[in-house]
C-alpha cells in the first residue's frame, strides 16, 4: 500500500503499465498515453520503448562499418524523431538540450563501434532509444497534470554480461527495485525504460527480443504489482491475425497457458517471456490499445469463466524442417543424444520434433542469415556422419490453441478434413493439451488459417 499522488489517498493497487513504440511514436501518440495513465491512478510505473523507428536506426548504428556519412545521417533522423515531440512541450529548449547531450554520447559510441565492434558497446548504443522516449514522455506527462519523474532502470534491472541477451537477476532486482524505486510511488508515477539492464561491471546490458515487455513484467513481480497492462496499437489479442482474416475478433479473457501458446506459436502481440514473472506471481495481464483505449482489451489471468475448445489459431512463418533418417536408430541407443550435441554446440534451439523407427524430423523457427547459412552448411555436414539428412525452407507452423484438444474426439474431422487439399508436412500433438501444430507450404498459409477460422469460430 502507498499514498496516491491523486488525492493523497491510501490506495491498495499498483499498475505497472508498459507503452511500446508506436504508442510513443510522436506527441500526438505520448498525449493519448499521458491521458490513459492520468485517468487510471493506479498506474504508478510506466515503462517505455524507444519511439517507433528509432530502435533501427540504432541497430544499424550498432553494427560494423559505418560510414562517417552514414552515422552523422542515421543521428540526425533520430533527432528529428525527437525534436518533433519537443517543439509541442513547454520547456523545449531544456529538453532539446537533453537530448543533445544524449545523441552527442551517441555519436561517439557509434564511432567507436565502427572502429572496433564489439557486444558490449552495441548494448550501450541500443539503449538510446529508450533513454530518449523515458525522458520526453515524462515531460508529456507533467503536461497533462501527472507529476512524473524519470527514474534510471540499470539503478535496478541487474543482469549478468551476456550482451544482446542478457539475463536478469531476479532476487536482486526485487531487492534493488524494493529499496529505489517503491518508495517513489507514493507521490510519483515512474516513467522509466524497457529492455535494458546494468552488470555488475556497471555496463549497460540489453534483454533481447520481446526486451521492453519482459522488463515491465520483472518490474511488475519485483514491486509485487497488482496488474500488469500492456498498452499496443491494437485492440488486445484476436482469434487470429486480422490481417489475414476479416473475422477474427478480440478476445475478453484468456488463461495464462492460452495465451503462453499463443505467444510461443506466433502471436506477435505479446512475447512468451512477458507471461514468466506475471505466471510466478499470478499477476493479471492486459493488453489494450492506447489508441482506442475505451474499447477495452484482453485480460490475461490464471482462472477465466470460459475454457472453449478452440481459443485461437496462431501462424508462424518462415520455419525450416530438418529430417534425419538411420537404420541405426532402431533398437538403438543414444543416437538422438548425439545429434542433439552436434545442434547444441551450434547453439541451434529445436522448436518442435516427430520421431518413428528410424527417423526423426525437427523444426527450427526463423532460421534466416547466418543460422539458416549454418543448417544448410556445417550442420548438416556434421549429421551427415551420423544419418542422411534432408532439409526444408519455405514452411509455415499453423497452431490451433485451445482447451483438453487431446479429448476432443472429433479433431482430425474439425481440423485436418478441412484442410485435405493442402500438403501437411508434419503434426505435433499430445504433448500438451492446449495446441495442435502442423507445418504447410508458406504459399498455403495464409488460407489455410482462414479456412480454419472460418469453421472453429462460427
Not at 526423426?360 to 552448411?377: C, E, K, M, R
Request: charged share 20%; hydrophobic share 45%; glycine share 6%.
Amino acid at each position: 500500500m502507498y499514498f496516491s499522488a491523486f488525492g493523497g489517498g491510501l490506495m491498495s493497487q499498483l499498475t505497472v503499465a508498459k507503452f511500446g513504440g508506436t504508442s510513443v511514436a510522436d506527441h500526438q501518440a505520448m498525449l493519448r498515453c499521458a491521458n490513459i495513465v492520468k485517468n487510471r491512478p493506479e498506474t504508478r510505473v510506466v515503462v517505455v520503448s524507444a519511439s517507433a523507428g528509432v530502435t533501427n536506426h540504432l541497430v544499424r548504428l550498432s553494427q560494423e562499418n559505418v560510414s562517417t556519412q552514414e552515422r552523422e545521417q542515421i543521428i540526425a533522423e533520430i533527432k528529428a524523431i525527437q525534436v518533433n515531440i519537443i517543439e509541442q512541450l513547454e520547456q523545449p529548449q531544456k529538453l532539446l538540450g537533453q537530448i543533445e547531450a544524449l545523441l552527442t554520447e551517441l555519436a561517439e559510441l557509434a564511432s567507436q563501434q565502427s572502429m572496433q565492434h564489439t557486444g558490449q558497446t552495441a548494448d550501450a548504443i541500443m539503449s538510446f532509444g529508450e533513454q530518449m522516449s523515458s525522458l520526453l514522455f515524462t515531460q508529456v506527462l507533467r503536461s497533462v497534470g501527472v507529476d512524473g519523474e524519470r527514474f534510471d532502470v540499470r539503478d535496478v534491472m541487474a543482469t549478468n554480461s551476456l550482451y544482446g541477451k542478457a539475463v536478469v537477476e531476479v532476487d536482486l532486482l526485487a531487492t534493488q527495485a524494493q529499496q529505489k524505486l517503491l518508495p517513489k510511488l507514493a507521490d510519483k508515477v515512474v516513467v522509466t525504460q524497457g529492455f535494458i539492464g546494468r552488470d555488475g561491471l556497471g555496463n549497460t546490458t540489453t534483454l533481447g527480443r520481446g526486451g521492453s515487455d519482459y522488463s515491465a513484467a520483472l518490474l511488475a513481480e519485483a514491486l509485487n504489482a497488482d496488474n500488469l497492462a500492456i498498452w499496443t496499437d491494437v485492440v488486445g489479442i484476436f482469434t487470429t491475425d486480422p490481417r489475414i482474416t476479416a473475422q477474427a475478433r478480440a478476445i475478453d479473457e484468456i488463461s495464462f497457458g492460452e495465451a503462453a501458446e499463443m505467444a510461443t506459436f506466433g502471436a506477435k502481440i505479446l512475447h512468451p517471456a512477458t507471461l514468466i514473472p506475471a505466471m510466478r506471481c499470478n499477476i493479471p495481464v492486459f493488453v489494450g490499445s492506447s489508441k482506442e483505449p475505451e474499447r477495452g482489451g484482453t485480460r490475461i489471468q490464471q482462472t477465466v469463466a470460459s475454457n472453449p475448445t478452440y481459443r485461437s489459431i496462431a501462424l508462424r512463418r518462415e520455419q525450416t524442417l530438418v529430417t534425419v533418417k538411420s537404420p541405426a536408430m532402431l533398437h538403438a541407443s543414444g543416437f538422438l543424444a548425439k545429434v542433439f550435441a552436434i545442434l547444441a554446440k551450434h547453439e541451434l534451439s529445436v522448436d518442435l520434433i516427430t520421431t518413428s523407427e528410424i527417423s526423426v524430423a525437427l523444426t527450427f523457427d526463423n532460421p534466416t542469415g547466418s543460422t539458416q547459412a549454418l543448417i544448410n552448411s556445417t550442420v548438416v555436414k556434421e549429421l551427415e556422419q551420423l544419418c542422411e539428412v534432408s532439409v526444408e525452407h519455405g514452411l509455415s507452423l499453423v497452431a490451433v490453441i485451445g482447451n483438453n484438444l487431446h479429448q476432443t474426439s472429433d479433431l482430425g474431422e474439425q481440423i485436418f478434413d478441412k484442410v485435405e487439399d493442402t500438403v501437411i508436412r508434419m503434426i505435433c500433438h499430445g504433448a500438451s493439451p492446449n495446441n495442435v501444430c502442423f507445418l504447410v507450404p508458406e504459399q498455403a498459409a495464409n488460407g489455410v488459417v482462414e479456412k480454419l477460422h472460418d469453421t472453429l469460430f462460427v
